[in-house]
């Protein structure tokens, strides 16, 4: 399979971005989508549909708060989506948009200094256009990066998340196509032992079918980074699955592989209700998770899992509203 076409359009995508302003991003953004561009972004930007709608809710404001952005990519690549049967094709840029915080984004208070923003995006290509587009992008971690946190001590480690430990994320040559086939393959078995973790006697024995030893787990804020399987589960896996019940896989909307690298997002891809203690919360009403989550695949086994969760969203759901509170301050 060839992706070139895909892949060209949205570079020059991104190169009309990275020469617009507050004023003249609308006008950016329209130069390479289609006119009825369906977008999905984080809480509080939510579902946008057209360049204008786009520019208004989440560009604009970020152009106006960051001054001197630049896109610092770390992976970038293309597959024909599993979901609809291969039908599609999607472009994934991973990475992070750097630049000095001057003014507030939805109740941040700038601190002048460097701010990078974590970010996932997974555009869906027809024809020469943009068709679809999700934006994920980690907000707790730029209020964190600020010195504004809002919630209590996670259980990994908060840090400025680099790329593939391989430096080779960015695939804008096509990579063999049996690579792909293999990476999504894994990934696919990697959530068949999810679903079916109760038929493991550990943790550690399900995790090491599909995973190297010494995984990296770049995890969202709220949660935090890790390594190695074993801190993994401690840090993550075992928490998430003793505070959390009633577990239900809403879908994929996309997911796909090239090379070695794949992933996938949902919109919802879980649906879950806090047993209590979850994230510093009491228990709660059922709350969705939107995710995506990003792999390396090294040989025959998994090396590193980036993780981007719609926490404002999840959080709003179970009545805390992290913005609101930092507005009323």
């Known amino acids: 399979m060839r992706y070139q076409s895909e892949k060209a359009l949205v570079r020059a995508h991104y190169d009309a971005l990275a020469k617009a302003t507050p004023e003249t991003v609308a006008h950016a953004l329209g130069e390479h989508t289609s006119a009825d561009w369906h977008w999905r972004g984080m809480h509080p930007f939510y579902e946008q549909h057209g360049a204008k709608a786009v520019a208004d809710s989440f560009w604009a404001p970020f152009l106006r708060a960051m001054t001197n952005v630049q896109r610092r990519q770390d992976m970038f690549f293309a597959g024909h989506n599993e979901i609809d049967g291969f039908a599609s094709v999607w472009v994934v840029s991973m990475g992070h948009l750097m630049g000095l915080f001057d003014a507030p984004f939805i109740g941040i208070k700038p601190n002048r200094?460097?701010?990078?923003?974590?970010?996932?995006?997974?555009?869906?290509?027809?024809?020469?256009?943009?068709?679809?587009t999700a934006?994920?992008?980690d907000l707790l971690h730029l209020m964190r990066q600020a010195g504004q946190y809002p919630l209590p001590p996670q259980t990994g480690m908060h840090l400025v998340q680099p790329g593939p430990a391989t430096h080779d994320g960015l695939l804008f040559q096509d990579a063999p196509q049996d690579e792909g086939i293999t990476t999504l393959a894994?990934?696919?078995?990697?959530?068949?032992?999810?679903?079916?973790?109760?038929?493991?006697?550990?943790?550690?024995?399900e995790l090491a079918r599909c995973w190297h030893d010494d995984m990296l787990w770049w995890g969202p804020e709220g949660i935090g980074a890790t390594y190695t399987i074993d801190r993994y589960v401690e840090q993550h896996q075992r928490p998430f699955r003793t505070q959390i019940k009633d577990r239900?896989?809403?879908?994929?909307?996309?997911?796909l592989a090239e090379g070695?690298?794949?992933?996938?997002?949902?919109?919802?891809?879980?649906?879950?209700?806090?047993a209590g203690g979850y994230m510093g919360l009491p228990a709660g009403t059922p709350a969705e998770m939107r995710v995506v989550d990003l792999y390396r695949r090294d040989g025959d086994k998994l090396a590193e899992n980036w993780i981007f969760i719609d926490m404002l969203h999840f959080l709003s759901m179970q009545g805390l509203d992290v913005l609101g509170r930092m507005r009323s301050k």
Request: glycine residues 10%.
């Open 113 to 132: 200094r460097i701010a990078m923003l974590r970010y996932a995006e997974f555009h869906k290509v027809v024809d020469g256009k943009i068709v679809e």
């Open 248 to 255: 239900v896989f809403n879908g994929h909307i996309c997911r």
């Open 135 to 137: 934006l994920f992008c």
């Open 260 to 274: 070695n690298f794949g992933g996938f997002f949902g919109w919802a891809n879980l649906t879950v209700t806090n």
């Open 186 to 205: 894994l990934i696919n078995s990697m959530i068949g032992d999810i679903n079916a973790h109760q038929k493991y006697a550990t943790p550690q024995e």
